[in-house]
């Protein structure tokens, strides 16, 4: 990563972040733009630099932030209208980890609100534009983080990875997207969605950069319970097996992907690698386990948002259960509400049993089926979702045809493995194709760096 020194200073590398960020403004990537603080903070950088003072390892490296990270800097609005005006108190522990290494917000990214999608398009700010292709979606949730990266603006940006959010807008537009194992990055000061699949990864052009990355925010953080004790540097595993599942094999993924898949495996083979072939059966149960267990935590998060702490309000009532319904009703997006009725229901005592506990035992086969997996083969090597970038407005009104976009990427967050995904080529159209390296849990470091061998 390009990192400020004398000669080149921080201040010159944020304006031209800047700078380039408003040469793409017609993308919609950012939702807020962080001119002064950014400035200001550079400027800071300088002095010490200038002083002969050690900065950091990410000395004036501008970033771009997932608009549901808590700080100051800004309103964190998770792209919903319910959040408008909501200046955060609170810096979220990967971000002050990342400022304390020198790195420099410049802006915050739009998503899908509060996470919820897969294109980017159920934000309140619209949609983000494709690198590749502005008909196209960005992807989502991470679409404004994806195309911040693609376009140069930023050589990195945060994300978040509830069922693919990082993933999938990395493969949709051309970069490295992880999602780490689940406790790796302390999720403390983000936005929850569903909070025990929510990872917090990043969007990035290298694997060494990720590396580096990961190197500074994993660890433990007495903020968030459910972060690993310190395991990022020490697991270094030589991988000689690597598995593909055989499920995912047929017409329902794009033959542009398969064949992706298929060259890289060729590759791995020409270097020596063995290929194993698995049947995973427990994974066709991962999107309905995915949509009844997601929108469950989903609307228990979600209750929080009432018009009275944070950010909007409605003014249309004069009784408090008004207040509730009308900030409620006014300021969710509808995927928002779909997510909390159907959470409501399959929590509900009539359907607990039938919905909700039948998902939670699908679960535990998904996680027992990727045991079973890696005991046969080191890492696993699968698509991303079945084609590469849609149009705009094409799944907009048909919400199962945007559920299935996560139909390879969600059993990794019910089973908490790490899953990066990596650059593997471009269709006939220049669009491009993402592959993703799923390995066991806390293989992070070694899968990061075996990714290489597919470059
Ligand atoms: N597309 C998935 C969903 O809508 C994943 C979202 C995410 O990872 N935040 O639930």
């Known amino acids: 990563m390009k990192t400020a020194n004398k000669r080149l200073t921080a201040e010159r ?94 802006g915050r990214t739009n998503l899908d609100a509060f996470a919820h999608g897969s294109s980017t398009e159920n934000s309140y700010f619209g949609p983000t534009l494709n690198a590749y292709d502005k008909e196209r979606v960005a992807g989502g949730s991470s679409g404004g983080s994806a195309v911040a990266v693609a376009l140069d603006i930023v050589e990195f940006a945060t994300g978040t990875d509830t069922g693919g959010s990082i993933r999938q807008p990395a493969s949709f537009n051309g970069i490295y997207g992880l999602k780490p194992t689940y406790g790796c990055i302390s999720r403390y000061g983000v936005v929850a969605m569903a909070s025990s699949t929510d990872c917090i990864g990043f969007l990035t052009k290298t694997p060494d950069d990720m590396d580096l990355l990961m190197s500074i925010t994993s660890g433990q953080d007495p903020k968030d319970m459910t972060t690993l004790p310190d395991y990022y540097e020490t697991n270094t595993h030589l991988a000689t097996r690597i598995g593909i599942i055989k499920d995912f094999d047929n017409d329902s993924v794009d033959a542009e992907i398969r064949e992706a898949l298929r060259s890289k495996c060729d590759l791995l083979k020409s270097k020596g690698y063995e290929i194993v072939e698995l049947e995973m059966p427990a994974l066709k149960y991962a999107l309905a386990a995915y949509y009844i267990i997601v ?21 249309n009532s004069d009784t408090l259960d008004g207040l509730y319904l009308n900030t409620r009703s006014e300021g969710f997006m509808p995927e928002n509400k779909r997510r909390i009725m159907i959470g409501n229901f399959v929590l509900s005592s009539g359907f607990y049993d039938a919905y909700f506990l039948k998902a939670a035992k699908a679960r535990t086969l998904i996680v027992q089926e990727y045991e079973k997996a890696f005991d046969k083969c080191d890492y696993i090597l699968t698509p991303v979702s ?39 080529g471009k269709s006939a159209s220049g669009l491009p194709i993402g592959l993703q390296l799923v390995g066991p849990r806390r293989s992070d470091k070694s899968l990061i760096e075996f990714s290489k061998e597919l470059m």
């Open 13 to 106: 590398l944020v304006r031209d972040a800047l700078e380039k960020a408003k040469h793409f403004a017609d993308y919609n990537i950012f939702t807020f733009l962080n001119e002064e603080g950014a400035i200001k903070r550079a400027r800071e950088i300088d002095a010490r630099i200038a002083r002969g003072e050690t900065v950091g390892k990410l000395a004036g490296v501008p970033f771009a932030l997932k608009d549901n990270f808590l700080s100051p800097e800004g309103q964190t609005t998770a792209s919903a209208h319910i959040l408008e005006g909501f200046v955060s108190p609170v810096t979220a522990t990967a971000v002050a980890k990342l400022e304390a290494e020198g790195a420099i917000m410049i």
């Open 386 to 424: 079945p084609s590469p970038a849609f149009k705009l407005g094409e799944k907009l009104n048909d919400p199962v045809a945007m559920y299935l976009e996560d139909v390879m990427s969600v059993s990794l967050n019910l089973a908490g493995v790490p899953g990066l995904a990596i650059p593997a």
């Open 295 to 315: 929108p469950a935590e989903v609307a228990s998060n979600l209750s929080r948002y009432d018009g009275v702490r944070y950010g909007f309000r409605s003014e």
